[in-house]
């Protein structure tokens, strides 16, 4: 047997492809050296996993920002707006990514989308009436030569037209079937471009196949691979990953793919698939080791599975991208008994060779010593916890009185002018605020020292938003690095990495912490600040939470639990938190499930069953013992929502703000629809672009949004935290903000 990967992380081991780009966004690089850096990255990954032993290495998995938006350059599927401003292919790359604001013109960043079911966010490409679809880029071409000239054999890696298609936004009136014929001819200009380069394989990413798929959708895929792959001399590997493929299974087998490439992790229905019958002329490119999770594999368990797959060409692989897990344990100083029992990616190759000796009967030993790591007790377990969980009935899920009654009884206690305004939560995280947390973490400064500089730093934002008169404050957290890791680090049962980074989007990455054993609430987390910011002002600071989901979906959960079991374990954690705040002072409190959308199914037919039923009641849980005036916010981002609206609704919060001003306000549509109860404050400006939109901008937003949703139920804010912008342009954005609503209350 052999072994390959789908994808490697290419920020780096230490995210050194983060701090090399942000220095060329910040004009203290050229762009040779930055292209002189990528470089050097991917040789340095190249060869590391040749090192490794890995047999099939992939190139054009490296990226500078997203290769969905690669994918989208390399075909031309750009704006047509982007050939009007005078700006390098690189910096035009960027403007789509982050938007343009400067001398050459203003270019508005594409929409950003949730990649699938995970936390990475790809940019989404858009089609207009003259786009015309051709193979102009030449990064795929470049990338394979490269890695040839050091002596690395790849196998090119490209979003396969089907699921690129899916992402894309088409305009109004384009034409489907041409773009379909387009992309057929373009694909198969790359195909035969790489094969004149000498190229044996490439491998098309089809995720888009573990959905739910229509028999429209199927012919569609059908038809374009049946083009696509007629008299084709490439190998093609057609590789598919975040859950199964049973609606297109027989379909897939049917067609001249070289190799199929299946997730065995997420995808649990694969398994019988490929027990019903796998062609034998084809590769079964196996994704058996998790590249998702950071645990180590159960050899015994893979080996039980490719047993029963009984498949005769087998290549050994990850269930995705390693792109989604740390990149080395290396780094990490936890004790060895901890240490042991996790594999971010480079590990994960070890894996894959463990795994491969094994089977060719020579990994005996490996063999026993993972074996005997998954039959120790790794922590105490807390019974009182479980049995509390399992003790649950539906009145611990329903807040009284009802949302209609509270909303009278709030708007009397409260007295807010129409529109109110307010912001999500967090302010700039400057240099000096991460600095001076750095210092006290290094205890280089005091714990007064350190408080008496947060103290500070929420005494000057008190101020500023009460001289734009924001109506609703926040303290800015400007004591947490992260919105979870600063819960994790007062719960039980969580672990933290020193260098455990992930993509999220672009130059971002988050830090997720593991859970290690059952999570308990140690002591107060956020009081002392809520409290210390409410003392400070006559006007009402939101108190900030995140919420049990999201702190799950923004972790590394166990896999010796249910998510469930482990999300209402966070549940009452952060339930206690709530109640404390209310207890000290705290009327109006914001509860983030940022990440809520985050592990939804793929399938629709699997949403309520398998994951809103329990995740909407964990939210419930949280707030369902506050008292009715006690307003009860919640905050959701990057994500479509318009087709859960009803389940957000039955979060029954009192509020809720979301990401909108990218997806262009379609949501707006659906909550009209369904007639959504809760109040609203759709994005007003999109926060992640350093862009500054003017008072008209947002006037006109605001307009639109009052045709959509009862002028009582908008509430007016930016679509996320502020934490990642600088100082002046959030101060320029919210001063104009709060400008557009005088203006429009004037109106009234
Ligand atoms: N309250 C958090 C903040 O303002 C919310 C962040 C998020 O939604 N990602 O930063
Ligand atoms: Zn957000």
Redo the contacts with the bound molecule.
């Keep these: 047997m052999t072994t390959t990967i789908i994808g490697f992380p290419r920020i780096g081991e230490q995210r050194e492809l983060k701090y090399t780009t942000e220095k060329y966004f910040r004009h203290e690089m050229n762009a040779e050296e930055l292209e002189a850096f990528g470089k050097s990255l991917r040789q340095k990954h190249w060869n590391l996993i040749k090192d490794s032993g890995v047999d099939t290495i992939p190139s054009n998995d490296f990226s500078f920002y997203d290769t969905t938006l690669d994918t989208a350059f390399l075909l031309n599927l750009v704006p047509e707006v982007l050939a009007t401003i005078e700006l390098s292919d690189l910096d035009k790359y960027f403007a789509l990514a982050r938007g343009y604001q400067g001398e050459k013109g203003d270019i508005k960043a594409r929409p950003m989308k949730k990649w699938f079911n995970t936390n990475y966010h790809y940019i989404a490409p858009k089609i207009e009436l003259n786009t015309d679809i051709q193979l102009v880029g030449t990064k795929i071409f470049d990338e394979y030569v490269e890695a040839k000239e050091l002596g690395i054999e790849t196998r090119p890696v490209i979003l396969g037209p089907y699921s690129l298609l899916h992402l894309s936004e088409l305009d109004e009136g384009v034409n489907r079937q041409a773009v379909i014929e387009a992309f057929v001819v373009a694909y198969k200009a790359v195909f035969t471009r790489l094969t004149t380069l000498g190229a044996e394989w490439i491998q098309l990413d089809e995720p888009a196949l573990v959905k739910d798929l229509t028999s429209d959708e199927i012919a569609e895929f059908e038809g374009i691979y049946q083009s696509l792959l007629a008299d084709e001399t490439i190998k093609v590997l057609l590789q598919t990953y975040f859950g199964d493929v049973r609606d297109i299974y027989e379909t897939l087998i049917a067609l001249p793919f070289a190799g199929i490439g299946l997730d065995f992790i997420e995808g649990i229905q694969n398994k019988a698939l490929v027990q019903k019958g796998f062609p034998k002329d084809k590769i079964l490119v196996a994704g058996v080791v998790n590249g998702k999770n950071i645990w180590r594999n159960n050899y015994q368990t893979t080996l039980d599975l490719l047993t029963e797959l009984d498949v005769k060409n087998v290549v050994l692989s990850t269930s995705c991208s390693l792109l989604h897990v740390p990149f080395t344990t290396e780094n990490e100083t936890f004790p060895a008994e901890i240490k042991e029992h996790f594999a971010f990616a480079k590990e994960k190759l070890t894996e894959l060779l463990e795994l491969n000796a094994i089977l060719a009967g020579n990994g005996q030993d490996e063999l026993a010593a993972n074996q005997a790591l998954f039959t120790k007790e790794r922590f105490v377990k807390n019974k009182a916890l479980s049995q509390k969980i399992a003790n649950l009935t539906e009145k611990d899920f329903t807040r009284t009185p009802a949302f209609a009654e509270r909303e009278v009884l709030q708007k009397a206690q409260f007295n807010l002018p129409v529109l109110p305004t307010t912001?999500?939560?967090?302010f700039p995280q400057t240099k000096e605020v991460k600095q001076t947390r750095a210092k006290f973490t290094r205890q280089e400064i005091t714990q007064e020292a350190y408080d008496n500089y947060i103290a500070a730093q929420i005494d000057d934002w008190l101020a500023w938003q009460t001289s734009i008169d924001l109506d609703i404050l926040?303290h800015g957290?400007f004591e947490?690095n992260d919105?979870v890791e600063y819960f994790g680090q007062n719960l039980s049962g969580y672990l933290f990495s020193q260098n455990g980074w992930v993509q999220s989007y672009g130059t971002r990455g988050v830090k997720p912490p593991i859970i290690w054993g059952d999570v308990v609430r140690e002591q107060a987390i956020t009081v002392k600040w809520s409290q210390y910011a409410q003392s400070q002002t006559d006007k009402i600071v939101k108190g900030?939470l995140?919420g049990p989901v999201?702190i799950l979906n923004w972790s590394f959960p166990r896999e010796d639990i249910s998510l469930r079991e482990s999300t209402l374990q966070i549940a009452f954690a952060i339930q206690e938190e709530v109640l404390d705040l209310e207890a000290n002072g705290i009327q109006m409190i914001?509860i983030?499930e940022?990440?809520l959308r985050e592990k939804l199914p793929l399938r629709k037919t699997d949403w309520y069953e398998e994951y809103l039923e329990w995740a909407i009641p964990a939210f419930r849980l949280v707030h369902n013992k506050v008292q009715a005036k006690t307003q009860i916010h919640t905050?959701?981002?990057?994500s479509e929502f318009t087709d859960i609206i009803s389940a957000i609704d039955q979060m029954d919060a009192d509020v809720i703000s979301f990401?909108a001003s990218r997806s262009n306000l379609a949501i707006l549509d659906e909550l009209q629809r369904q007639n959504f109860k809760t109040q609203v404050g759709p994005g007003v400006y999109d926060i992640h672009s350093p862009r500054v939109p003017s008072v008209e901008e947002i006037t006109q937003t605001i307009e639109t949004i009052l045709t959509k949703v009862p002028l009582e139920k908008v509430w007016i804010n930016p679509d996320?935290?502020?934490?990642t912008r600088g100082v002046p342009e959030t101060r320029a954005s919210l001063a104009n903000m709060t400008e557009a609503v005088k203006e429009i209350r004037k109106g009234l």
């Design positions: 912001t999500i939560g967090s926040v957290e947490r919105m900030m995140t999201t914001q983030d940022a990440a905050h959701m981002c990057y990401e996320c935290g502020l934490k």
